[in-house]
């Protein structure tokens, strides 16, 4: 594995998730993109699973987007009456293009030109 996307996904602090040194060459780039009206995310546990990414030396990056609820790639979600959920296409384009850049540049970035 060389690269970990995760959109709206859970975040804390893992559990019991054995913790491992991230920093090796090789690792994985991890990518997060969050939105900040997540009700299932909470402040606390997206600090602790920071907290736990500084902690095992990862590479990782995240882009949270204010007012973005859960489910924000998902145009159906435009018609899903909860309020956790909501479909936001700002947040789905530019997380999809960060996603697409990081694929990139570790799975093909000195065998293909980026177009």
């Known amino acids: 594995v060389c690269v970990v996307v995760s959109f709206h996904g859970i975040l804390d602090d893992g559990g019991n998730v054995t913790r491992a040194d991230l920093s090796a060459s090789g690792a994985p780039l991890i990518l997060m993109c969050h939105g900040d009206a997540d009700p299932f995310i909470s402040a606390k546990g997206r600090a602790?699973?920071?907290?736990?990414?500084?902690?095992?030396?990862?590479?990782?990056?995240?882009?949270?987007?204010?007012?973005?609820?859960?489910?924000?790639?998902?145009?159906?979600?435009?018609?899903?009456?909860?309020?956790?959920?909501?479909?936001?296409?700002?947040?789905?384009?530019?997380?999809?293009?960060?996603?697409?850049?990081?694929?990139?540049?570790?799975?093909?970035?000195?065998?293909?030109?980026?177009?």
Not at 70 to 80: D, E, R, S, V
């Open 48 to 115: 602790e699973c920071e907290d736990q990414l500084r902690s095992c030396r990862a590479r990782w990056e995240m882009l949270s987007f204010g007012g973005v609820r859960h489910g924000f790639t998902n145009p159906a979600q435009a018609l899903n009456d909860n309020p956790a959920f909501g479909y936001d296409r700002h947040a789905a384009r530019l997380s999809w293009s960060a996603a697409e850049e990081v694929l990139w540049e570790s799975l093909c970035r000195d065998s293909v030109p980026m177009e």
